[in-house]
């Protein structure tokens, strides 16, 4: 078993914290089962959404075990409890989907169809909106990209994750904005030249004598995977159909830590990965208007996609509606995966759990803010509205060095490198070591919260950094 160091009092700030845990190399873990929950924002403070593997024994370069301190969630969330169970409650009657008038296929059919309807509920989907499963986020943005009409055009930010920011054939980037207000107006710019604006009520129509002869597209994020700050989403959307445009979000890290509305909000297709909320299983969506999805051609041509198929060649017509791009046999344990995870998300106190996400981030960027050598990369303003990501450097140290520094002697899981968004790293990591006034390297960390985060890994995470400044 191992060696049990006292935790440090809960009343204690980040900085006294850190300052007390840095005496000796991993002092203040807490052995591997002994759980936490200190402040009273344990996992245990949301009921019905526990996560697997909240108390995973990890040795440490010394020789200790302690329980894992994941922080790592936005690269992939870990297992809801009540996901692994409707997918093993499933797992006796698997069967094939939309493919048999037997009762395990009735059952998996069913199934499958009522996750569809569970994923448009968490989305507030209209009525006439497509809700199609995919792999991931990557893949339903490329779905999409495969999906838009003719000579239609692009418009993101340089921002963006590559996910969303390679699929477009025809793409025009506009330079990271420095604020929501200067996102609205380079976008309003754009679209002043790519087209002209259009009568309320008609977004994605033809957009008249602008520059450009097809639709246009506007592509944005949620919520930043590098930064986790909010983007004025409903803004952006009034914007693009003020000029007849479309909207798309990438949502991979807005749905799980904030509610997202299609109605509401007015975007016009939204794309998230069952990963990141909480049910890895291979399933992600895209979701929104009917039209450009029923009039392309089928993602992936195969069975299931086909309302006919003739002797002759070219003899098909295939479905419109979602099976138009769900070729092949289904993920349908993926499927009920993730609408198992948005159904109790869904079901949750959803205010209570971003209060305890903020205090949680609170509680890390304050700690950081006091470490010498320590830079937080953002691009807009420190007191932005964001979920719980933060990415930063530490002068002088390689960031692959300081994740394994956390892993090896503190038992803590976090990401480094650009983290699938290289135009944005490089460009943050220059700004942030600008503010700092020492150079930074060319990769950064990356710490994110999710459900399961006690603040006994973000004091964790602090006294692991402590040590390693201190060292330097």
């Given at each position: 078993m191992a060696e049990r160091v006292a935790a440090p009092s809960p009343a204690a700030t980040p900085a006294d914290t850190a300052s007390a845990l840095s005496a000796a190399p991993g002092a203040g873990l807490t052995e591997a089962g002994a759980g936490s929950g200190a402040d009273g924002v344990a996992p245990a403070a949301l009921p019905g959404l526990a996560v697997l593997g909240d108390q995973l024994p990890v040795t440490l370069a010394d020789g200790r075990t302690v329980d894992y301190a994941n922080l790592d969630y936005a690269a992939t969330a870990p297992c809801l409890?009540?996901?692994?169970?409707?997918?093993?409650?499933?797992?006796?009657?698997?069967?094939?989907?939309?493919?048999?008038?037997g009762a395990a296929s009735r059952r998996c059919t069913l199934a499958y169809e009522r996750a569809r309807q569970s994923v448009a509920d968490f989305l507030d989907a209209r009525p006439d909106d497509h809700v199609i499963f995919t792999r991931n986020t990557t893949d339903a943005l490329n779905l999409l990209a495969r999906a838009l009409?003719?000579?239609?055009?692009?418009?993101?930010?340089?921002?963006?994750?590559?996910?969303?920011l390679l699929p477009w054939p025809r793409f025009v980037r506009l330079p990271v904005p420095d604020s929501p207000d200067a996102a609205l107006r380079s976008?309003?710019?754009?679209?002043?030249?790519?087209c002209a604006p259009v009568r309320p009520g008609a977004p994605g129509a033809a957009s008249g004598p602008g520059s450009v002869a097809g639709p246009v597209l506007v592509a944005v994020?949620?919520?930043?995977?590098?930064?986790?700050?909010?983007?004025?989403?409903?803004?952006?959307?009034?914007?693009?159909?003020?000029?007849?445009?479309?909207?798309?979000?990438d949502a991979a890290q807005l749905a799980v830590h904030r509610p997202v509305s299609l109605r509401e909000s007015g975007v016009d297709y939204v794309a998230l990965s069952g990963h990141k909320l909480y049910a890895p299983f291979g399933a992600g969506v895209l979701a929104g208007r009917a039209d450009w999805l029923d009039a392309a051609p089928p993602y992936?041509?195969?069975?299931?996609?086909?309302?006919?198929?003739?002797d002759a060649t070219h003899d098909v017509r295939w479905h419109t509606g979602p099976a138009r791009h769900e070729a092949g046999t289904p993920n349908l344990l993926g499927a009920v995966a993730l609408?198992?995870?948005?159904e109790r998300i869904a079901a949750a106190d959803r205010r209570a759990i971003d209060e305890r996400e903020q205090v949680l981030l609170r509680r890390l960027r304050d700690g950081l803010a006091q470490l010498p050598r320590v830079a937080e990369l953002r691009a807009f303003a420190a007191d932005h509205d964001r979920v719980g990501i933060v990415s930063f450097a530490v002068a002088g140290v390689p960031a692959s060095a300081v994740s394994e520094h956390l892993a090896n002697r503190y038992g803590i899981g976090v990401r480094d490198g650009l983290f699938c968004a290289h135009p944005l790293g490089?460009?943050?990591?220059?700004?942030?070591?600008?503010?700092?006034?020492?150079?930074?390297?060319g990769t950064a960390v990356r710490a994110s919260i999710g459900l399961g985060t006690t603040p006994e890994h973000v004091d964790r995470l602090l006294a692991g950094l402590r040590e390693l400044v201190d060292a330097g």
């Open positions: 409890s009540a996901v692994a169970d409707a997918v093993n409650e499933l797992l006796p009657w698997h069967a094939s989907v939309h493919r048999g008038a009409p003719e000579q239609t055009t692009v418009v993101g930010w340089a921002g963006e994750h590559h996910a969303n976008l309003a710019a754009a679209l002043a030249v790519l994020t949620g919520a930043s995977n590098v930064t986790g700050e909010v983007w004025p989403v409903e803004r952006l959307a009034a914007v693009a159909h003020r000029y007849g445009a479309r909207i798309a979000v992936l041509a195969g069975g299931g996609a086909t309302e006919h198929v003739g609408a198992t995870a948005c490089r460009r943050l990591l220059g700004e942030a070591s600008a503010r700092l006034g020492l150079p930074l390297g």
